[in-house]
């Protein structure tokens, strides 16, 4: 065994990934010949590889795009005749853009169709957005874009149904995108002649956003994170028929700390500039990402706790990140076994379940005097 095999299969992630060590040895090929096409995709030269980009090529990247490739072959097994969906749940600025990047470079090696799509690309226009604002004066959560409420939903739903089913030879179709640097950063959509067109069939639409998944944790719940936070909550209420629906398979991408994102969100901004592209200033970007923070705060316990909205047994995976963005040591336990998120309207306070205890007792006490008599 090379000491490359030796390094991928001491991965963190593999066996939540589905695979032992002896899955690797024995394809080891297969599995070298995917790391080649991440390597050459991030322009990354073996002898040069730094412990956090070597850590990210053999020990994230490609698991992630082996446990994708077996879960698309199960799909195309079940005789589906639609794209398999892979809902990417991770907070900004932790790589989501370079982890759909990593995979479609894997897939077109692969000779696997795909297409990318954010949640992002579904926001409001520059217009509806103040138009939003203006109608919900003085809520700094729905003052820019970001938070549940500012998305175009019917345009995601149109979108990602369009997509599923875009599994016909010579099918055509259109996919939003956003342009964040319009408005001096605030964005706005592009312009519908400037989407990009895709082709079909399509096997694998990679679907990702920071806060896809979310679960609504209902009004009272939500008041006590922010006072703003119930119109977000009550939008969030919505997504999971619009959007989530779609998603056969969940990648939930967990970090420790939240707050993180600010550094993250910065270095993306910085990036942003060198390429010429306006941005927004550090200190807009601190503005910016504390209007994030109620959601994060509300939304990531149950996401991390319960999984997605949508989660099924066997079709999910969560993965841990340091503030390097590479995967620890200890990663957390299979979604398969998790429960739903109980909202604030159907949870039971300490009383009522105290009372219903008790009244569970005496009906058990009844029921023994009964039988005594």
């Not at 080649?36 to 990210?56: D, G, V």
């Not at 894997?106 to 109608?135: C, K, M, N, P, W």
């Not at 096997?203 to 119930?230: C, N, Q, Y």
């Not at 336990?333 to 005496?362: H, I, Y």
Request: hydrophobic share 40%.
């Amino acid at each position: 065994m090379s000491p490359v095999t030796e390094y991928i299969s001491s991965s963190p992630l593999l066996a939540n990934c589905g695979f032992t060590k002896e899955d690797v040895v024995g394809n080891e090929h297969e599995w070298l010949k995917v790391s080649a096409m991440i390597k050459q995709h991030l322009q990354l030269e073996e002898e040069n590889l730094t412990p956090a980009q070597r850590s990210r090529v053999y020990q994230y990247y490609l698991p992630l795009a082996m446990w994708i490739e077996n879960l698309l072959a199960d799909h195309k097994k079940t005789g589906s005749q639609s794209a398999l969906v892979i809902g990417i749940s991770a907070p900004q600025g932790c790589g989501k853009s370079t982890i759909v990047e990593c995979l479609q470079a894997v897939f077109e090696g692969r000779g696997v169709r795909s297409v990318s799509v954010s949640i992002d690309d579904f926001y409001l226009t520059r217009a509806e957005q103040v138009a939003l604002a203006e109608a919900n004066k003085g809520n700094p959560l729905l003052e820019l874009r970001g938070n549940a409420g500012s998305h175009d939903n019917q345009l995601g739903t149109d979108t990602l149904k369009q997509l599923k089913g875009l599994v016909e030879k010579g099918a055509t179709a259109s996919v939003p995108r956003y342009d964040k640097s319009k408005h001096s950063g605030k964005g706005d959509r592009a312009d519908a002649s400037e989407w990009p067109a895709v082709t079909g069939p399509i096997d694998v639409v990679l679907f990702e956003g920071w806060m896809l998944g979310f679960k609504s944790i209902g009004s009272t719940r939500a008041a006590a994170v922010s006072p703003h936070l119930p119109a977000v909550d009550k939008a969030l209420t919505l997504l999971e028929d619009a959007w989530d629906k779609f998603v056969d398979v969940w990648l939930v991408v967990k970090v420790g700390d939240p707050k993180w994102v600010f550094k993250w969100r910065l270095e993306a901004e910085h990036k942003m500039r060198l390429t010429g592209k306006p941005g927004m200033s550090d200190s807009e970007v601190e503005d910016f990402c504390n209007r994030y923070m109620p959601a994060y705060k509300a939304y990531l316990p149950g996401l991390y706790d319960h999984g997605p909205t949508t989660v099924k047994p066997g079709k999910s995976l969560m993965i841990e990140l340091d503030n390097t963005r590479s995967p620890v040591d200890k990663q957390p336990a299979s979604l398969d076994s998790v429960k739903g998120a109980v909202t604030d309207d159907a949870k039971p306070t300490s009383a009522s379940s105290k009372a219903n205890t008790m009244a569970g007792a005496e009906l058990l006490l009844l029921c023994v005097l009964v039988f005594l008599l």
